[in-house]
């Protein structure tokens, strides 16, 4: 099993819908959780991270953490076709390296 | 600030040959990290420095990879007697202690063994 699994993809929504991305994670000792987008060709960059249980939102973006299912979800709302992309999930210890899933790529179709 | 900056950008090589990749990090930044990634797949963690001290080193990680970071600025790393396994982009990234644990990522280096 890998420390980090993300839902299997490619995950395909209209323009305007809501795509939702999961995440599974084993390591009970994580502390903090991050989604990373990454467009072909590019470098991972941040979107979101959170720490505590609960929901988090910014913009159009919610992330959702709940530590006693060992769960993270990132919430797309009004979905553009500019959010096409791969995103990555990454679960980091309190000190040290962040792990990432294998991803789950979006692609949001005009 | 220019960021995460890496180089070279690509490299080609023969197997059996070495190779350097090299990182400057964000400036202020004292963690910088070497994560290798292959398509379809996350980005898989290599090692970490916390200025010029390597914290931790993937189990997974062949003796032929080495990596510095002798002044906790730039960082190196070699991988010698490389093979077509190895092809790959090689990612760095860094962040600062007492931060979200946010990582900046540089452009890569893609390596492509013959």
């Known amino acids: 099993q890998k420390e980090v699994e993300q839902n299997s993809g490619p995950l395909s929504v209209p323009e305007g819908a809501i795509a939702s991305l999961n995440c599974t994670y084993s390591?009970?000792?994580?502390?903090?959780f991050f989604w990373y987008r990454q467009y072909s060709g590019k470098s991972p960059e941040l979107i979101m991270f959170i720490y505590s249980n609960g929901d988090k939102e910014d913009g159009r973006f919610t992330a959702q953490l709940n530590k006693a299912s060992q769960y993270v979800s990132l919430l797309i709302r009004d979905s553009q076709p500019s959010d096409s992309a791969t995103y990555l999930c990454a679960v980091k210890q309190r000190a040290g390296k962040s792990t990432f899933g294998d991803g789950t790529t979006l692609t949001v179709k005009p | 600030d220019t960021g995460v900056s890496q180089d070279p950008r690509h490299k080609i090589t023969k197997r059996g040959q070495n190779v350097t990749f090299r990182c400057d990090p964000i400036s202020e930044h004292n963690r910088l990290y070497w994560y290798r990634q292959t398509l379809g797949q996350g980005p898989e963690f290599l090692t970490y420095f916390q200025n010029e001290a390597q914290l931790e080193k993937s189990r997974l990680l062949s003796d032929r990879f080495s990596a510095e970071r002798p002044k906790g600025s730039f960082s190196t790393l070699e991988i010698q007697r490389t093979e077509q396994g190895d092809s790959a982009m090689y990612l760095c990234a860094s962040s600062s202690t007492g931060s979200t644990g946010e990582l900046f990522f540089g452009e890569g280096s893609r390596l492509t063994v013959l």
């Open positions: 390591d009970r000792g994580s502390q903090s």
